[in-house]
């Protein structure tokens, strides 16, 4: 009898499609099951994602209204910004003050009384010791390398210890249809300590102090010099109420007024403008127009998550999840309670012109808000950013739900560890479909066995019965 080597080969069944065809479907529910459990957890990590993202932009939006400090800015004018401009920090006093701005810096500048041909003109050679304030630096001019008028120019900006003076050439008119040429030195930074001072030695005209070779360009002040100031060295000056004077090496004045930066434009010597500085009404007025936006798009985002829709019967990815609910019911209640403790007049926001609407998303009254802003300023400070303060508040809770160990990383904390039981129970039903196609091909390769070997019982006693017959039929005819 011959052995069956491949299953169905003895029965003829497609026993390999049968075991798939039981696999499969032994496998499909579960997997199914594992599969759509898979998609409602990355929907509800998706979910809370947006809801992350939307309490952040919330948080945002109540930078500037949380603190005290911050809601105490200030706002500095000029009452003429052609001579001054301001600004203020939140320690500024607030009031006016006369300021009169009464010199502008400047940066020294000078310029060779002699005149040259032109930049390639030879001038001399020796040494320039350039001074700026406390600093100098020596140039030495090699004949026939740099003792141009354009070499002595490079020389002095490329030296590496130059403190800050830059040369140049000025090339005019000489009144005779023709150009001369002179060296201009410019002190880089304003301010009276940054004098340029130019010392020659060793001028190979033999002459350290004539105004030829390179004695043309000595200087040591207005006086003493062959070059001609065309700049002084100075500093900017204000006159404050009419008596102090302060000064500053450039043109802006840091805290001579505690808080204050203010910026001198133009010297009007003998003319007051006013400097007045207040509380910065239209920053508070601006950020609490945005902290109501902001806090319109989050309930958008919350309701669109958590809202059931009975007409199209169609539920948010976070309908009935308790965390999103506490979470918004904590925020909800921040905005809408009564804030006890405080001593002003108003102890809520729609005692301020911000009220809820029916769809409960936030409105804003201007008028109101301005009034109370303009009235009592402080009270509505001390109900926005006080110890128990309305933004305070939300802030401390955004801060809670938004944190490492917070509800929200709580939260994805779960799914993550509901996804890798997922992923255990993919591994162990794989393990279990393995063991059970191993049962049926068994049970299939021992049916098939059986069934050859009924078929091959069967053609040998069909092949006994028609020897049998053939015998029977030959003993009739004999």
Do not use: C, W
Request: glycine fraction near 8%; hydrophobic fraction near 40%.
């Amino acid at each position: 009898m011959a052995s069956i080597t491949a299953a169905g080969t003895g029965s003829g069944l497609d026993i390999e499609t049968i075991i798939e065809t039981l696999t499969e479907a032994e496998r499909a529910p579960k997997a199914e099951r594992l599969d759509t459990r898979e998609i409602q957890i990355q929907a509800d990590i998706s979910a809370y994602g947006s809801l992350k993202g939307a309490l952040k932009d919330f948080q945002a939006a109540l930078s500037g209204l949380s603190s005290l400090n911050d809601l105490a800015a200030r706002a500095a004018t000029s009452s003429n910004e052609s001579t001054f401009t301001a600004t203020a920090t939140n320690n500024a006093a607030v009031g006016s003050t006369a300021i009169q701005v009464t010199q502008l810096a400047s940066n020294h500048k000078l310029v060779s009384s002699a005149d040259f041909t032109g930049p390639d003109d030879a001038v001399g050679a020796g040494t320039l010791t350039l001074g700026l304030g406390s600093a100098s630096f020596q140039v030495p001019i090699v004949g026939g390398q740099n003792n141009t008028l354009a070499g002595i120019r490079d020389a002095i900006n490329d030296a590496e210890d130059n403190p800050g003076i830059t040369a140049s050439i000025l090339t005019i008119s000489d009144g005779a249809a023709g150009t001369v040429s002179k060296l201009v030195l410019t002190a880089d930074d304003t301010g009276a300590d940054n004098n340029i001072t130019v010392a020659a030695s060793g001028d190979s005209d033999g002459n350290d102090t004539d105004n030829s070779g390179l004695s043309a360009f000595n200087f040591t002040d207005a006086l003493n010099g062959n070059m001609v100031e065309k700049s002084q060295a100075l500093n900017a000056e204000l006159l404050i109420d009419d008596e102090y004077v302060v000064t500053s090496a450039n043109n802006t004045f840091e805290n001579a007024i505690q808080g204050v930066t203010i910026t001198a434009l133009a010297a009007d010597p003998g003319v007051n403008a006013t400097l007045s500085v207040g509380l910065d009404k239209s920053a508070i007025n601006t950020k609490l127009g945005e902290f109501v936006e902001a806090f319109n798009t989050l309930s958008d985002t919350m309701d669109f998550l958590t809202n059931y829709d009975v007409e199209s019967q169609e539920a948010g990815l976070l309908t009935g999840d308790f965390a999103a609910r506490t979470i918004e019911t904590q925020i909800r209640r921040s905005i809408s309670d009564v804030v006890e403790g405080v001593s002003g007049a108003f102890d809520t926001l729609a005692s301020i012109g911000i009220t809820t609407q029916r769809d409960g998303s936030l409105g804003l009254d201007p008028a109101k808000l301005g009034s109370a802003l303009n009235s009592n300023f402080d009270d509505v400070a001390e109900l926005l950013a006080g110890d128990n303060g309305i933004i305070k508040s939300l802030d401390d809770k955004l801060d809670s739900f938004l944190r490492s160990d917070g509800i929200l990383a709580s939260r994805n904390s779960t799914f993550l560890t509901q996804l890798k039981d997922i992923d255990e129970q993919r591994a162990q039903l794989n393990l279990r479909m393995e063991s059970f196609e191993e049962r049926i091909r068994q049970q299939y390769t021992n049916l098939d066995i059986l069934v050859g070997q009924l078929q091959s019982t069967g053609d040998f006693v069909t092949q006994q019965l028609d020897v049998i017959k053939a015998g029977l039929t030959g003993k009739k005819s004999s």
